[in-house]
Nanobody, 116 residues
Framework: VQLQASGGGLVQPGGSLRLSCAGS????????MGWYRQAPGKERDLVAA???????NYADSVRGRFTISKDNAKNTLYLQMNNLKPEDTAVYYC???????????WGQGTLVTVSS
């Protein structure tokens, strides 16, 4: 199952955005979920992950500014991004981790552009 991220856009430095990712079935409740981003010319990097119990982990570059959360009842994963910086500009993707096979297939990301 491919997950589709949404909620990106153009925002000024210091601004906020909330990304969403709609899952299906029990993906959110049974799997570790993660947000990745890929800036132009760079590799795709893990930004944040959330365990099945709701514990979040963050890359050093976003810790304290980004918050990952999920609503199992709505099958939706979120990434609240505050105090955005130009270096946060990237295409953001959501995905799920399956212990036996790794991250799922990559779906369509959403572009976040931080610029004045």
């Amino acid at each position: 199952v491919q997950l589709q991220a949404s909620g990106g856009g153009l925002v000024q430095p210091g601004g906020s955005l909330r990304l969403s990712c709609a899952g299906s079935g029990s993906i959110l409740s049974l799997n570790v979920m993660g947000w990745y981003r890929q800036a132009p010319g760079k590799e795709r990097d893990l930004v944040a992950a959330i365990s099945t119990t709701g514990r979040g982990n963050y890359a050093d570059s976003v810790r304290g500014r980004f918050t990952i959360s999920k609503d199992n009842a709505k099958n939706t994963l979120y990434l609240q991004m505050n105090n955005l910086k130009p270096e946060d500009t990237a295409v953001y993707y959501c995905n799920y981790w399956v212990p036996s096979t790794g991250w799922g297939p990559w779906g369509q990301g959403t572009l976040v552009t931080v610029s004045s």
